[in-house]
């Protein structure tokens, strides 16, 4: 394969950063959720020397499990479909390198991996609660939705607590063990988090060409100075405007600034500003923590953006037909998922990618926020030994292969590997958080609202009065936080 002649310090640091999730302490994150890593994946150019230093895997040599089953739900969203299960060889590198990671398992391990597909998270989640419900050994692992089902399920006695599963070795590099713990709202761990869950950040792609064209500061650049700001995001976004047609109204046929096919994608300039829902207290439990003058600041910013029109909104966010992508030459910005990039290959401009800015450079952290899913284990198995054994053996062998051909997939085409792409790329996964109040509670009542302020206040609604909006939510979020530790607390001590 081709090696990629990067800076010598950053060599040095994805060679010593061989897992994906290997995470320290972040230099400003009081809040639940905020972290930094010590290093990201190996990428193709160190992928030998990284390997070659990573620590043995610790599984017993004689482990067999008589070609028992290790059955796998999951459902079609975002990166599952795609960089986590692989049931045949067809070509494609990143497929191949999953099918190659399950065949080495199988077969050290003798099991057989069977992936069941859900069409969507809800058909997933019901499936799930009943046969656990009904006392089924019916799955060993399940791939949750972001946001569906963590609550309930680990607050209603659904799921194992990974801290008695067999063979799994927590202090292992490719387990996510601080992350793990600010998932962790009880006394039991439910959620694992480790190599194989690939993260899914949001990002925000950028027309190369535009900024060019309006002679607007290098936004690579802008980042390694620390100079990528909410600020900086506004000027760029605002130099984009321009009434094409000239007919006097700003429509589809028009420049702007930002636009994305889904209102989430604003929830991560919230925690990319070092803002988060909510902050563990004195008790160990999570309160929230939104009502700031930060977050009016975000709710003005945004909001002007919106009426100004810098924000492009789709009439439909499921009509392709009333979006402007950035491939139109018309867009500045456009918010989507880095596992977008490989879909976006066809595109005719040069783009590249940003993180979601800082709230201004007194922040010392970029935040990334990952919106890939969860992982966790029914109460159901029976055989927790295969279960911890298999599990351990998909976190270390996605270091092996699996990591470094994602890397390889995202930054092709129009994100072909340089310096830039693979430092952005670096950072990104270095800077991986977890909005903790999303996580839990991004679907209920009074969360739901606080969490989507920006899509929902801001860009559809174009208002600025935060306070009314934490007013109407605060007390059907305080609810929601009584209510689950209640369950939660019941669940632990029964």
């Not at 008790?283 to 100004?308: I, P, Y």
Request: glycine share 8%.
């Amino acid at each position: 394969m081709k090696t990629n002649k990067l800076p010598a310090a950053l060599l040095a640091a994805l060679i010593a950063g061989s897992s994906l999730f290997a995470c320290g302490e972040s230099a400003s994150s009081p809040q639940p959720g905020a972290s930094e890593n010590d290093g990201a994946a190996a990428v193709t150019a160190a992928e030998t020397e990284a390997e070659s230093t990573r620590t043995p895997i610790g599984l017993p040599d004689d482990l067999d499990f008589g070609g028992a089953e290790f059955r796998q739900a999951i459902f079609n969203w975002q990166g599952y479909t795609y960089y986590f299960v692989a049931t045949e060889e067809n070509g494609d590198v990143m497929n191949d390198a999953l099918y190659r990671r399950s065949a080495k398992i199988e077969d050290t391990l003798n099991v057989k991996i069977v992936p069941t597909m859900y069409e969507n998270f809800e058909a997933e989640n019901a499936v799930v609660k009943k046969s656990i419900s009904a006392g089924e050994d019916a799955y060993d692992q399940v791939f949750l939705h972001c946001i569906s089902g963590v609550s309930s399920l680990s607050s209603g006695g659904f799921l194992y607590n990974a801290d008695n599963l067999p063979h799994i070795d927590l202090d292992a590099e490719w387990w996510n063990k601080r992350q793990m713990d600010v998932m962790r709202l009880g006394k039991n761990t439910y959620f694992l988090i480790n190599d194989m869950m690939i993260p899914c950040p949001y990002v925000i792609f950028f027309n190369k060409q535009m900024v060019s064209d309006f002679g607007l500061d290098n936004p690579y650049q802008l980042v390694y100075d620390g100079k990528w700001t909410i600020d900086a995001f506004d000027k760029m976004a605002r130099a984009a405007v321009a009434d094409v047609d000239g007919n006097g109204t700003m429509d589809i046929n028009d420049a702007y600034g930002v636009t994305t096919n889904e209102i989430s994608k604003y929830i991560a300039f919230v925690p990319g500003a070092d803002q988060f829902m909510t902050k563990m207290n004195d008790s160990g439990q999570v309160e929230l923590a939104m009502n700031t003058e930060k977050m009016v600041s975000l709710v003005e910013r945004f909001t002007a953006l919106a009426v100004d029109n810098v924000i492009f909104e789709p009439a439909s966010m499921s009509d392709e037909s009333t979006m402007i992508h950035i491939d139109s030459g018309r867009m500045m910005f456009e918010l989507n998922a880095i596992s977008q990039a490989e879909k976006m290959r066809g595109y005719e401009i040069d783009f590249g990618f940003l993180p979601y800015p800082k709230y201004d450079e007194n922040q010392t952290e970029y935040y990334s926020l990952d919106w890939g899913g969860m992982m966790c284990v029914p109460t159901t198995i029976q055989r927790p030994e295969m279960v911890g054994a298999v599990i351990e053996m998909l976190a270390y062998e996605s270091g092996n292969e699996v990591i470094p051909t994602y890397y390889d997939t995202i930054l092709t085409g129009k994100l072909a590997r340089d310096e830039d792409t693979v430092r952005m790329m670096d950072l990104l996964f270095d800077t991986i958080c977890y909005e903790v109040g999303g996580n839990y509670f991004g679907f209920d009542t009074g969360f739901s609202d606080l969490f989507y302020t920006l899509g929902r206040l801001c860009v559809q609604q174009k208002k600025t009065d935060f306070a009314s909006w934490y007013a109407k939510n605060e007390k059907g979020a305080l609810k929601t936080l009584e209510r689950f530790y209640k369950n939660l607390e019941a669940t632990e001590e029964g």
